[in-house]
């Protein structure tokens, strides 16, 4: 506890000699020239901000040059804080040079591009607002907007792994495969159309030579032909909708009969082949 | 009774919330450093308590009441008021306060310029400290506060009331790391800086400072004073760099402009988000099922379209209680399989509080599928949901059947079935003329 009231003592002593006297800004100038020494802008800055932006290429470097004054008189001091502030105000990105001062108040500031400070923020296509801030122990605070100053976009750096997680992510949208393409139903009718083709043939022969089926309802016959029969519907009822196990069941069943039905019906035929009748 | 023993411990826990004045519990253990005076706190720890916390105060070096017994902690929040204590009961260490943190108790820590235990702590949050003995100074605006003592506007900030005054503080800034878990609540005013001078002649230090680069100098507004951390377990911690901020000195001190000082609200609203009572949310429960059927399917089949729902909810601190929070407006939804196969915002629905649902076509790819919802915003709680889906192919039977391409083989393939028929029932019924003339003619001979 006893040294933290001799800290805040100490403090005190120096807040009742605050004030005394205001800091300012003389002679301050600025100058870029280009990496092989050629001036390209030497001018002085006015007291207030300088209305046209300063624009610094890749390898450009620019100087800064003023006196900290006591009260706007010749006397130069040097202030506790002589701070450039370079800010993006579209960002909110921020960057604050200390500028050496000597005792005599002369400052002198040199930014060159090729090598930039640490300090300097992440730029993009917007100008950074130069300001110099000024602060003392024994004077009255200072800013002054100095200029707007254009300079090239800088890498961004790299974020950190979670970051992306703390953002809206870009929507994924799944490509699907496409559809399945099917040809033309002319073409399937055609080729249909040429698969049954030779009906036409078979039944306009059979229409010349005459059909005869003397025992088509024979009681021996028919009951084969029709659990034939029975089975043809039965495999176009599985192509429709029945499944596997349902077809094998009643294809099971019906294979009983006619295994017995067709004993008999060929037998019959067997006889009347055999001229028996 | 193993599942009415949970249940009943279940009720017991939501019991207690619905009484509490936090989301997360309301015994808090205030550690304060014997040279802190509890009476210059009375403000900011008598509306604690009004508001239905329970304080137990310990100093730093007293073994009990202890922070935790047997790995579990005996309190939903600590304060450590210690900014220059050096040495702790063995039971508080940084390892045990990240412990804490792990478990779900919140912290409230003051820094102080001094080297302690707690510097380091901060140091694993991602922040970086200046060296001991750099208080943050401002020469701006001008007043007769010693330069240590700084007026901070308040910026705006989904944890602190709108339009706060200005607050004063007086202690150590902090750079902030790249971690997106940081979240900062007070930046420094741009004029200000991290100095250990007194008098003019430091500026020489401060330039020697700033040459080392890297974190060699904490100056301008990109540097914290006041930082929050949530934790992947939705617990909370802040770390504020002067103890100051939160006394009656400070909360009855006029600003420069003569108006109140901001702090006892700041304070507030710093315990409140840091005690989970403000931008606290949790996802209630998860639905998903195919369009038009409302039950959830033991497994999708690719294709489907797919309808999936959450309820999430916010804790109301005037209540004290959970309710259905529709104020999220870029959640996401996404449908991984090692990746993110598809990535949709989950909009809330209109009309329906706390309701958020989405509907999306199952991409044509078989496996196991994750819906994930993840939402992490500085401040907020995070949300995490994930549940397992199977997506599985077509059967045999799934497939289109009458295809238009497959007419000539149905034609080729009904032809020789009724061709088999015809052909077996001709031959059955039919009557071979010839042979049996050529029989009987053989007979007759």
């Given amino acids: 506890m006893i040294p933290r009231i001799t800290f805040h003592l100490s403090w005190l002593v120096i807040a009742a000699g605050v004030h005394a006297a205001t800091l300012s800004l003389q002679s301050p100038r600025v100058t870029i020239s280009s990496s092989d020494a050629t001036q390209l802008l030497s001018d002085t800055l006015p007291s207030i901000k300088r209305p046209e932006p300063l624009t610094l290429g890749a390898s450009d470097i620019l100087k800064l040059t003023f006196q900290v004054t006591e009260n706007g008189e010749g006397k130069g001091v040097q202030p506790h804080q002589t701070f450039l502030r370079f800010y993006d105000s579209v960002s909110g990105e921020e960057g604050i040079q200390p500028v050496r001062v000597t005792p005599g108040g002369k400052a002198k500031f040199e930014l060159n ?17 130069v300001s110099l801030i000024l602060g003392s122990f024994v004077h009255d605070p200072a800013k002054y907007d100095l200029f707007d100053l254009y300079v090239p976009t800088s890498s961004t750096p790299a974020p950190h792994p979670d970051e992306a997680s703390f953002h809206v992510l870009p929507p994924i949208v799944h490509t699907f495969r496409p559809e399945q393409k099917l040809p033309p139903k002319v073409v399937s009718i055609v080729f249909a159309a040429l698969v049954l083709s030779p009906w036409a043939i078979l039944l306009g022969l059979w229409g010349k030579i005459g059909l005869s089926v003397p025992h088509l309802v024979s009681p021996r016959i028919l009951p084969f032909t029709a659990l034939l029969g029975a089975f043809e519907v039965l495999l176009v009822r599985y192509w429709v909708g029945l499944k596997l196990g349902q077809v094998l069941l009643y294809g099971g069943i019906l294979a009983i009969p006619t295994i017995f039905a067709g004993k008999t019906a060929l037998a019959t035929t067997g006889e009347w082949r055999a001229g028996k009748h | 009774m193993r599942f009415l023993g949970s249940a009943l411990v279940s009720f017991l826990v939501l019991a207690g919330k619905v009484l509490t004045k936090s989301s997360s519990g309301d015994s808090v253990l205030v550690l304060l450093d014997p040279s802190l005076s509890r009476a210059n706190y009375s403000i900011f720890f008598g509306g604690l308590e009004q508001q239905g916390y329970d304080l137990t105060f310990r100093a730093p070096k007293h073994a009990s009441p202890a922070i935790a017994e047997y790995g579990v902690p005996n309190y939903s929040h600590v304060i450590l008021f210690t900014p220059d204590t050096k040495s702790y009961a063995p039971d508080v260490t940084p390892q045990s306060l990240v412990g804490l943190l792990s478990e779900n108790t919140n912290l409230l820590i003051a820094l102080s310029p001094r080297q302690t235990p707690l510097t380091s702590l901060a140091t694993e949050f991602s922040l970086i400290l200046p060296p001991p003995g750099t208080p943050l100074l401002s020469h701006h605006p001008k007043r007769p506060e010693p330069a240590n003592v700084i007026p901070v506007s308040v910026s705006e900030s989904p944890i602190l009331t709108p339009d706060t005054n200005p607050v004063w503080f007086s202690g150590v800034p902090h750079a902030l790391g790249n971690s997106p878990y940081l979240v900062p609540i007070l930046r420094a005013p741009s004029e200000s800086f991290a100095a250990d001078s007194t008098d003019d002649s430091g500026s020489g230090t401060i330039l020697s400072a700033s040459d080392k680069g890297g974190e ?26 002067g103890v100051e901020l939160f006394s009656d000195e400070y909360a009855k001190k006029a600003l420069p402009s003569g108006q109140r000082s901001g702090n006892a609200q700041f304070a507030r609203d710093v315990a409140a988000w840091v005690f989970q009572e403000t931008l606290t949310l949790r996802i209630d429960r998860t639905e998903h099922h195919r369009v038009n059927e409302t039950a959830a399917p033991e497994m999708y089949t690719i294709n489907d379209q797919i309808v999936y729902t959450a309820y999430i909810s916010a804790y109301d601190r005037k209540t004290s209680s959970w309710k259905p929070y529709s104020g999220i407006t870029d959640m996401q939804l996404e449908f991984t399989m090692l990746d993110p196969h598809v990535r949709i915002a989950l909009p809330p629905v209109s009309g329906e509080p706390g309701k958020y649902e989405v509907q ?57 079935s009724v061709g088999f028929f015809l052909f077996s029932a001709l031959w059955l019924a039919g009557d071979v003329k010839g042979e049996k003339k050529n029989l009987k003619g053989v007979k007759s001979e």
């Fill in chain 2, 360 to 416: 999306f076509r199952a991409p044509d790819r078989h496996g196991v599928f994750k819906l994930v919802v993840g939402w992490r915003r500085k401040g907020y709680s995070f949300l995490h949901t994930t549940t397992t889906v199977p997506v599985v192919p077509l059967r045999h039977d799934q497939y289109p059947r009458f295809l238009s391409a497959a007419w000539p083989y149905y034609a080729g393939a009904i032809s020789t």
């Fill in chain 2, 216 to 241: 060699g100098f904490w100056a301008g507004s990109h540097i914290g004073l006041v930082t929050g951390f949530q934790t992947t377990k939705n617990s909370r911690a802040v770390f504020a760099g």
């Fill in chain 1, 113 to 129: 591009m090729a090598r930039p400070p640490a300090s300097l923020p992440p730029t993009t296509d917007r100008p950074l607002a």
